[in-house]
C-alpha cells in the first residue's frame, strides 16, 4: 500500500513537471507590465530587448525561473521577476508562445560568413553547428528547451552570444552555448545575428 502510494505520489509529481502548460488568457492579464519593453504584441520594438512572440513556453518559464535564481543575471530583469510565481511564469509564458512573431530579411553579406557556421559549424575549433540544436530555420525544440532564434531582434543576440561567450551568460545547460560561442569573433557574431533575423 505505501509503495503505491509513493508510486502515485511520483506520478503526480512527474506529470505535474511535465505539464508546465499555463493559461495563455490569464497570462495576458499577468503581461501587461512587460509590454513597455517586450511589446505589446511580445514583438519587442526596441533591438536591445529579446522579442518573446512565438518563444516556446517551457523556455520562457526556464528563463524566468533563472533569472529569479540569479543563475541567470540581469538587474532589471531580475526585478520584474521577483514577484512571480510558478504560475504566474507557466500562464506569461503560454500567452507570449500564442503570438506570432514578425519576419525579418537578412543582407547578402551576412549569409557568406553566417551560413557555414549556422550549417555546418566549425571543426577545427570545435564548434557545432548551430542548426544541431537550433534547427535548420532556427525554431529550436520546445521540449528540449532549445530557443527559436531565428527572427529574433539583432542587437538582442549580439548582446547575449557576446555574454555567453565571456561567460558572464552560463545558465546554458552543459556549457552548450559557452562552448559554441568561446571562439566566435565578433565579426562572427554580427553576421550571425543579421542571419538569424531572415531565418524563417
Ligand atoms: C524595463 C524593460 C523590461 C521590462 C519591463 C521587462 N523586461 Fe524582460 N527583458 C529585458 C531585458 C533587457 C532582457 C535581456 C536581459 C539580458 O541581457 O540577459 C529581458 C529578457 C527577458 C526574457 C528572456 C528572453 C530570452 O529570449 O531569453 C524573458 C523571458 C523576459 N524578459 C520576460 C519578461 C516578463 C515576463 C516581463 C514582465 C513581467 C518582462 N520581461 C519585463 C527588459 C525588460
Ligand atoms: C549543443 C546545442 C547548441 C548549439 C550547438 C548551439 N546552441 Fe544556442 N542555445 C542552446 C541552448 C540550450 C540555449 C538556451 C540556454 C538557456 O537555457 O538559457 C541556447 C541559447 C541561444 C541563444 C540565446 C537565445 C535567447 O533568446 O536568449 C542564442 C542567440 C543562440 N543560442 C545562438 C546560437 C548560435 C548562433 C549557435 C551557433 C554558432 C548556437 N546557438 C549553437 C543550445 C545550442
Redesign the pocket.
Same mark, same amino acid.
Given at each position: 500500500m505505501k509503495k503505491v502510494a509513493i508510486a502515485l505520489t511520483l506520478l503526480v509529481s512527474l506529470v505535474g513537471a511535465a505539464n508546465a502548460t499555463g493559461n495563455a488568457e490569464a497570462g495576458k492579464a499577468?503581461?501587461a507590465?512587460? @509590454? @513597455?519593453?517586450?511589446g505589446a504584441d511580445g514583438n519587442a520594438p526596441v533591438a536591445?530587448?529579446?522579442?518573446?512572440a512565438g518563444?516556446h513556453a517551457d /523556455?520562457?518559464v526556464k528563463?524566468?525561473k533563472d533569472?529569479k535564481s540569479g543563475a541567470?543575471?540581469?538587474p532589471?530583469?531580475m526585478g520584474?521577476?521577483m514577484g512571480?510565481s510558478d504560475e504566474d511564469?507557466a500562464d506569461? @509564458?503560454a500567452h /507570449?508562445q500564442s503570438l506570432p512573431v514578425t519576419e525579418g530579411s537578412t543582407p547578402e553579406d551576412a549569409v557568406a560568413i553566417a551560413k557555414p557556421l549556422y550549417q555546418g559549424g566549425d571543426s577545427k575549433r570545435n564548434m557545432a553547428s548551430c542548426m544541431s540544436c537550433h534547427g535548420p530555420r532556427g525554431n529550436g525544440a520546445g521540449l528540449a528547451k532549445f530557443?527559436k532564434i531565428s527572427s529574433?531582434n539583432e542587437a538582442?543576440v549580439v @548582446?547575449?552570444l557576446k555574454?555567453f561567450r565571456s561567460g558572464e551568460?552560463a545558465n546554458d545547460p552543459q556549457k552548450m552555448m559557452v562552448d559554441t560561442a568561446k571562439s566566435l569573433t565578433d565579426a562572427e557574431i554580427d553576421a550571425l545575428a543579421k542571419y538569424l533575423v531572415g531565418l524563417h
Open positions: 499577468k503581461a507590465t512587460c @509590454a @513597455a519593453c517586450h536591445m530587448y529579446p522579442k518573446l518563444q /523556455y520562457l528563463q524566468l533569472f541567470r543575471k540581469d532589471i530583469m520584474m521577476v512571480l511564469m506569461i @509564458a /507570449y530557443p529574433q538582442y @548582446a547575449q555574454k551568460r
